[in-house]
């Protein structure tokens, strides 16, 4: 399984982006799909999930801004961000697995202006 994250870039605070991830192979839609991020000189964190039912979950940091999803038909998990603050800026990655995060992707990066 190879996931390819994307839609990373530069934006103001209060601004949005959306990130995506394109997976490859058959199982996508068994798969449990997450997103971290990685800011500089902090340890990798959990943003939120989505489970193959389709139960979705987040970090305290991004609930009520943040949305993710899924497109079985498109194997690709998606991240809505919304009213972005500064602190958000970090390096995303995506990743997924049967019942852990086993795979991930490279990571796509995420600037948030003041």
């Known amino acids: 399984v190879q996931l390819q994250a994307s839609g990373g870039g530069v934006v103001q605070a209060g601004g949005s982006l959306r990130l995506s991830c394109a997976a490859s192979g058959r199982t996508f839609s068994s798969f449990l799909m997450g997103w971290f991020r990685q800011a500089p000189g902090k340890e990798r964190e959990f943003v939120a999930g989505i489970n193959r039912g389709g139960s979705t979950f987040y970090a305290d940091s991004v609930k009520g801004r943040f949305t993710i999803s899924r497109d079985n038909a498109k194997n690709t998990v998606y991240l809505q961000m919304n009213s972005l603050k500064p602190e958000d800026t970090a390096v995303y990655y995506c990743?997924?697995?049967?019942?852990?995060?086993?795979?991930w992707g490279l990571g796509t990066q995420v600037t948030v202006s003041s």
């Open positions: 990743a997924g697995g049967t019942a852990s995060y086993d795979y």
